[in-house]
């Protein structure tokens, strides 16, 4: 018998969505054609003057370390962008370059977690985030929303139920993954009043803060007031809005004093992040933010579109994406688990949704359908389910 692996290691259980893709994939091998709207991973290719960058980084050597915490000039970009998109005031100091949100995660856990502690999670929730604290030795603890009228809604009382003595943070996400809702100021506020009166830290994944659409706007918490402010650290990155999921460049927001931490974290752990992608992502911050735009337009269509389809089927209600690129559908009960209508569909019609229960336990009636993918494929994916699913 081999030497044990860690229990915390072993508490991590796979993901439904690479399940599913590699299902999927066994079929494409024998010749089904999969439409995907699993993957939350734009189509869209990379902005040119972000690929002409890294090119030029290339050419010039940029191959060396650096600063664990981030190029300076990169910190300074994201500094100024999160001041101006967000209204956070927000200095270079404040700021740590990662590898992708994931590992600005991983040093926000590692940074402010240790065993025992518990760290409320809002759910329905993207899933790394509870497995990230369980590696910490962590508990997270699950603070289930519910859907009225088919959308999830922030529910306050849910959250201060689960909050104990041995609460350390609570872990939100907004535009909000799975549900494409954006969290509105209200609920924002809501959420800041528990954290100061718990004494919590509060941390804000805003990976999707620039897809945003319509009459919605992306508030970032941390601009709430000084007082949620100084106990608010914000996970993000370039991987959705630029489409350079890749890449692997994120960032995290912090205190300074924490934001230190943070990079001490990063050194010990990854180093630092790619030099070459660095230089790009000051590019991306200085000239391709009328990419990001024209990529937010078409996806307010995509959303609008799959949201409509949607509709169309009997029995299943699918609000109007506010934002993100997910819409996430209501199905009836009578059709069973989540799990079991998302495998007919791919064995059946060659799609790819995710099943709600992978996102919590309140979302077990819903499918979540990413929309980065083109219309085309969004129309024969739609096609597919109205011929799949059953008559209610
Ligand atoms: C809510 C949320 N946070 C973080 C991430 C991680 O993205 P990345 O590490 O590419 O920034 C994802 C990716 O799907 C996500 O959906």
Redesign the pocket.
């Known amino acids: 018998m081999p030497p044990k692996i860690s229990r915390f290691a072993q508490s991590v259980p796979g993901s439904t969505v690479v399940a599913m893709r590699r299902q999927a994939d066994a079929l494409e091998a024998e010749g089904v054609e999969i439409v995907d709207f699993g993957i939350?991973e734009p189509d869209f290719t990379v902005p040119e003057v972000v690929a002409e960058a890294a090119i030029q980084a290339v050419r010039d050597g940029r191959s060396d370390y650096t600063d664990p915490a981030g190029l300076p000039a990169l910190r300074a970009a994201i500094a100024e962008f999160e001041a101006r998109q967000h209204g956070t005031e927000t200095l270079p100091d404040q700021v740590t370059v990662t590898n992708?949100?994931?590992g600005a995660l991983t040093a926000i856990m590692r940074g402010i977690l240790e065993p025992g502690d518990e760290a409320v999670v809002v759910v329905p929730g993207?899933g790394p985030c509870r497995q990230m604290i369980r590696l910490c030795g962590a508990i997270p603890v699950e603070a289930a929303m519910s859907a009225v009228v088919s959308r999830f809604v922030i529910d306050a009382d849910a959250i201060a139920a689960v909050i104990t003595e041995r609460t350390k943070a609570i872990f939100i996400?907004s535009p909000w993954?799975p549900t494409g809702r954006v969290l509105t100021v209200e609920e924002l506020s809501a959420i800041a009043d528990i954290a100061v009166r718990n004494d919590l830290w509060v941390v804000a994944?805003e990976?999707y803060s620039e897809l945003v659409f319509g009459e919605s706007r992306h508030v970032s918490i941390a601009s709430l007031g000084p007082e949620v402010a100084e106990r608010t650290i914000i996970a993000s990155?370039l991987?959705k809005s630029f489409a350079l999921?890749g890449w692997r460049l994120?960032y995290c927001i912090a205190p300074p004093e924490l934001a230190a931490v943070f990079t001490k974290i990063n050194h010990t752990t990854t180093r630092c992040a790619a030099s070459i992608v660095q230089y790009a992502a000051v590019a991306a911050f200085e000239n391709a933010l009328p990419d990001v735009a024209a990529m937010r337009e078409e996806y307010a269509a995509r959303g609008r579109a799959v949201a409509r389809g949607l509709n169309q089927i009997q029995g299943v209600r699918c609000p109007i994406p506010e934002g993100t690129f997910y819409a996430l559908a209501q199905i009836p009960a009578e059709w069973g688990s989540s799990a079991t209508v998302a495998e007919m569909l791919l064995n059946k019609a060659g799609v790819i949704v995710t099943p709600g229960s992978y996102y919590g336990p309140t979302c077990e009636h819903f499918l979540r359908l990413s929309f980065a993918t083109s219309m085309p494929v969004i129309e024969e994916g739609l096609a597919r389910l109205r011929e799949a699913l059953p008559p209610v």
Do not use: A, E, L
Request: aromatic residues 16%; glycine residues 24%; charged residues 10%.
């Open positions: 939350g992708g949100s994931y993207w996400n993954n994944d990976v990155s991987s999921t994120g």
